[in-house]
C-alpha cells in the first residue's frame, strides 16, 4: 500500500502557482520523498526527489516540513501543459526497490 | 541523451496467445523495471532486472516473465493471455545501486481480445 495521502483533485489558473500537498506521516529515516507526473496514457515523468532539505530544479520546487511528515510540490507557474496526475512516493534508499504509486492528485489548470 | 524507449507502442492479441514487449533503458543504466498499469488502477510492480538477472517480481503469476540481454535491454513476455492482462505496460530504467531514480519509457498499451 502507499505510504501517502493526497488530495485527490485541484484545480490551479495558469499563470498561478500550483501547490500540491503530501502526507508521509509514517515515513522512515532512509527514505526520500519522490514526485512523479503522468499525463494521460504516456509514462510518469520524474519532477523531483528529497530527503529532509527543501529542492529545486528547473520542473519545480520541494518543501519537505521539518519532521519529514509531510511535503509539498510547488509548480511556480502552471501551464494548460501542467494538467495531469501527480503522484507522491515515499521511495526507501535501497537497491531495486519498487515504486509504489497510490492514487495522486488530479491537477487541472485551466485559462 | 535519448530516454528509455519502447516497443511496439501498440499491440493486439487474442486470449491465450502470447506477447513480447521490449525495453531499452537510458544509455548507463543497468537496472530495468517492469510496471503494469491497468485501466483505471494504478501501477503495478512487475520485474526488477539487474545485471542481466531477476532481482525482484510482484504479485503476479508465473506466465509474466522476461529476461535482460547482456546490452541490458529487457524483454517482457507474457504467456496465455488473458483478457484482464489488457494494460499499459511500462519500463523504467535506473543506475545500479542504492535508491537510485527510475525514468520511465512511454508504455506499450497491450489490448487482449
Known amino acids: 500500500d502507499a505510504k501517502t495521502t493526497q488530495p485527490p483533485s485541484m484545480d490551479c489558473a495558469e499563470g498561478r502557482a500550483a501547490n500540491l500537498p503530501c502526507n508521509h506521516s509514517?515515513?522512515?529515516?532512509?527514505?526520500?520523498v519522490y514526485w512523479y507526473r503522468q499525463i494521460h496514457s504516456q509514462g510518469p515523468q520524474y519532477i523531483i526527489h528529497?530527503?529532509?532539505n527543501n529542492e529545486t530544479n528547473e520542473m519545480a520546487s520541494l518543501i519537505i516540513t521539518e519532521d519529514r511528515k509531510s511535503s509539498t510540490l510547488i509548480l511556480p507557474h502552471a501551464t494548460l501543459r501542467d494538467t495531469a496526475v501527480y503522484y507522491c512516493?515515499?521511495?526507501?534508499?535501497?537497491?531495486?526497490?519498487?515504486?509504489?504509486f497510490g492514487k495522486g492528485t488530479t491537477l487541472s489548470v485551466s485559462s | 541523451e535519448a530516454g528509455v524507449t519502447q516497443s511496439p507502442t501498440h499491440l493486439i492479441k487474442t486470449r491465450g496467445q502470447q506477447a513480447t514487449l521490449r525495453c531499452s533503458p537510458i544509455?548507463?543504466?543497468?537496472?530495468v523495471y517492469w510496471y503494469q498499469q491497468a485501466l483505471g488502477l494504478g501501477l503495478q510492480f512487475l520485474l526488477w532486472y539487474d545485471e542481466g538477472e531477476e532481482r525482484n517480481r510482484g504479485n503476479f503469476p508465473p506466465r509474466f516473465s522476461g529476461r535482460q540481454f547482456p546490452n541490458y535491454s529487457s524483454e517482457l513476455n507474457v504467456n496465455a493471455l488473458e483478457l484482464e492482462d489488457s494494460a499499459l505496460y511500462l519500463c523504467a530504467s535506473s543506475l545500479s545501486g542504492w535508491g537510485e531514480t527510475q525514468y520511465f519509457g512511454p508504455g506499450t498499451r497491450l489490448l487482449v481480445l
Open positions: 509514517t515515513i522512515s529515516g532512509n527514505e526520500y
Open positions: 512516493i515515499v521511495y526507501p534508499y535501497q537497491a531495486g526497490t519498487a515504486l509504489i
Open positions: 528529497g530527503l529532509k
Open positions: 544509455s548507463g543504466h543497468t537496472s
